[in-house]
């Protein structure tokens, strides 16, 4: 059991401790699992709710941007993964957090545990935060070209109405 102090804390706390303990469940990586894995990323702090935060589309995007880079997606903890894909999730080349609040906490205890990077970032809403969160992951992908390309494809299918639209500001 994990002690969490309830309605007299703040609700961080709480993840952070259910996070440390996912930590524990997790296998030592291997040489030979890191090789293998040398193309994925792991989003930590993608918890999936009734909370009005939690909205799975935002997953879904940084899922379809990763993938659009080449790269592949091991896990979204905790966000319906499985305990294969969370014992396995220390042999990826990076956490790419999703949220700094809940997804840090995760993401450090792995890079103290295991030496799995994380990229952390902000929250990647916008334009130039999300160029920043995508040429984070990429850092440690060794995909820093595919990034460039996957950014300037990206912006030129919203140029049109995102210039129209700053006219408006």
């Known amino acids: 059991s994990i002690h969490c102090e309830g309605f007299s804390g703040e609700y961080r706390s709480g993840f952070d401790l259910v996070f440390k303990q996912i930590v524990n469940l997790m296998d030592e990586p291997t040489e030979q699992s890191r090789a ?55 042999s990826v080349a990076v956490n790419c957090a999703l949220c700094l609040d809940i997804g840090y906490a995760i993401g450090k205890s792995m890079e103290e545990k295991f030496g799995t990077p994380i990229n952390s970032t902000i929250l990647p809403y916008g334009i130039a935060a999300t160029e920043r969160w995508i040429r984070g992951a990429a850092k440690y992908l060794n995909m820093e070209k595919e990034a460039e390309d996957l950014i300037e494809k990206e912006y030129m299918f919203i140029k049109k109405e995102f210039e129209e639209s700053k006219k408006y500001l």
């Not at 994925?40 to 909205?55: D, S, Y």
């Not at 903890?77 to 294969?84: D, K």
């Open 36 to 90: 293998e894995m040398s193309h994925m990323v792991n989003i930590v702090g993608g918890k999936m709710g009734a909370e009005r935060t939690e909205v799975d589309t935002d997953v879904k995007e940084l899922i379809r941007l990763i993938k659009g880079m080449g790269a592949e997606v091991n896990s979204v903890i905790a966000g319906n993964c499985t305990l294969s894909e969370i014992k396995r999730a220390p």
